[in-house]
């Protein structure tokens, strides 16, 4: 029996729908409906035409970008797969459709409905029962998790929201760890997150629980009125799909920037950018790949910004010989400080003193993250081995952006 198209709308109204092709059973199509205004397109990369886009044998990037992956798409696939003949990620994309990251949703239905459920979030940052309060999380919240990431997380809404909120969806990202390949990864988020800040860097808020195995993240991707915005990362702005993320180059999102972000908040997109790469250089992050970029906009139509940095991690501690997450001046590996200067010059056009400027606010935020990691076994109880290995991590990536290159005989 053939399944019935999955509608696609843009906030509450319907722009279309995704089928599949009747000649190539793997081929998606994508069609907008008639008269769709500009405003109103499900993607920077993807304008309203007759014609439709053809996926090429799964889901365009801007649909895909929100798959879930990992521990979350197993356990919905485990649950659905036996009901769903021939499951796909189309299938997927229709379970999570109605809560999703940003602004577009998607149902089998001709109108959409946000019914998820309410978790106290003081609770969640507060738990010390025994417990997994993470897998009850996963079993309430999994169909509603419209969210990438390999690491296990869910979306979650705020319980009490106020009333002009109460019609709206997810609040929330609520995320989780492996604790036995990745020790104390809530607490290195935590760390480095507070690092970025403390070099300049727009951030998402982020908290963490008193028994460090959890951390939730506020979406910045709302309105203070609740409203969505879209939110596109540079797998999608790049044309390709998730698994793409590990593709490419810093300076084609550099360049990308420049085709996407408005004008007048681009000199501002290229700097927080040009300013993050460095920061992810003096942690040793080797996971700031594509998908950790993205841009934010009311509709494709207003101004479009560079969204605040998340997921920041220094991987060195569980990888000592990981690289660079994309290719940068050529190489994936952690640049010296004249090569960085270098690429920041080539993103935002500063002069050779302003670009070290840049090196030198992340190397402070580097400096930051070390001194929170120095003291935080003084406040947990158990952590010396983890604040010892992301000390040296640090140390090592601000000594190798101090240096400078030795003057030519």
């Not at 659905?80 to 949703?105: H, N, W, Y």
């Not at 969505?228 to 593709?247: A, M, P």
């Not at 993050?276 to 003096?282: M, N, R």
């Not at 010989?321 to 690429?343: I, Y």
Request: glycine residues 8%; hydrophobic residues 35%; contains cysteine.
């Amino acid at each position: 029996m053939r399944k019935p198209p999955l509608n696609v709308f843009v906030g509450r109204r319907k722009v279309g729908a995704i089928h599949r092709s009747e000649i190539e059973p793997d081929t998606l199509l994508f069609g907008y409906d008639k008269e769709i205004p500009d405003d109103l397109s499900v993607s920077l990369t993807v304008p309203p035409r007759v014609d439709h886009y053809d996926s090429m044998a799964g889901l365009l990037p801007i649909f895909d970008m929100n798959l879930p992956e990992g521990g979350l798409k197993e356990r919905l696939r485990y649950q659905f797969s036996k009901t769903v003949p021939e499951f796909d990620d189309l299938d997927m994309l229709a379970i999570v459709g109605t809560s999703q990251i940003g602004r577009l949703r998607y149902s089998h239905q001709e109108e959409i409905t946000e019914d998820i459920p309410a978790e106290d979030t003081k609770r969640l940052l507060t738990h010390l029962g025994s417990e997994d309060l993470f897998a009850s999380l996963l079993e309430r919240f999994a169909q509603y998790s419209g969210v990438s990431g390999v690491q296990p997380k869910v979306l979650i809404k705020e319980i009490g929201q106020p009333d002009k909120l109460a019609q709206h969806g997810a609040t929330h990202i609520v995320k989780s760890f492996n604790s036995s390949e990745f020790p104390e990864l809530a607490a290195n988020e935590y760390l480095c997150t507070a690092g970025a800040k403390h070099a300049g860097i727009d951030t998402a808020k982020v908290e963490m629980s008193v028994d460090r195995k959890l951390l939730l993240v506020t979406r910045f991707d709302r309105t203070p009125e609740g409203e969505y915005l879209g939110i596109e990362d540079f797998c999608v702005l790049t044309g390709r799909r998730s698994h793409g993320r590990y593709d490419g180059t810093y300076e084609e999102i550099g360049k990308r920037i420049t085709d996407f972000v408005s004008r007048d908040a681009l000199a501002e997109a290229r700097e927080q950018y040009a300013l993050s790469v460095a920061f992810a250089c003096a942690i040793e992050n080797g996971d700031a790949h594509l998908k950790n970029f993205s841009v934010l906009y009311a509709n494709t139509e207003a101004a479009i910004r560079l969204a605040p940095a998340y997921d920041l991690v220094s991987t060195t501690p569980y990888r000592p010989r990981d690289t660079l997450a994309l290719t940068l001046n050529g190489s994936k590996s952690f640049p010296n400080r004249e090569g960085l200067v270098a690429f920041i010059r080539r993103i935002t056009g500063k002069s050779q003193n302003r670009a070290g400027e840049i090196v030198d606010r992340a190397i402070s935020g580097a400096q930051h993250v070390s001194k929170l990691a120095q003291a935080f076994p003084k406040a947990h109880r158990g952590t010396e081995i983890f604040s010892d290995s992301l000390t040296k991590s640090v140390q090592r990536g601000i000594e190798r952006l101090r240096k400078r290159a030795s003057a030519k005989p």
